[in-house]
């Protein structure tokens, strides 16, 4: 039996479309072939749409350890994410250094006078 999509399956923001059940993701209505990681990287970001997310707390979520090794392996594939996800707008991966990271929208600023 084939079950119908949910909007609980989908998380869209801006033009990036997250599906759940089927581990798709599409950025202005084409595919982006993400890996098992990355998709998980992403979701976590997704979960805590426009905050930061700790070093740590991500290592331990993606790989059950926290440490440098990690902490490269995390810095790795939020790089080949982003590369993935550059035509996303207005959201993107951000970097706090120090901090984390977050999958935060941009800041739309007035013209100047």
Do not use: H
């Not at 998380?11 to 990681?37: H, P, S």
């Not at 090794?69 to 996303?88: G, N, Y």
């Amino acid at each position: 039996m084939v079950r119908s999509e949910t909007p609980d399956d989908e998380l869209v923001f801006g033009n990036v479309r997250v599906n759940l059940r089927t581990f798709g993701v599409m950025v202005r209505d084409k595919a982006v072939d993400l890996t098992f990681y990355e998709f998980e990287l992403l979701r976590l970001l997704c979960r805590e749409v426009d905050r930061i997310v700790n070093y740590d707390a991500l290592c331990q979520s993606l790989w059950s350890s926290i440490g440098q090794k990690e902490r490269r392996r995390l810095s790795v594939a939020i790089c080949r994410l982003r590369a993935k996800l550059t035509a996303s707008w207005p959201y993107r991966v951000e970097t706090v250094r120090g901090r984390g990271y977050g999958f935060i929208a941009a800041q739309v600023r007035p013209a100047q006078a």
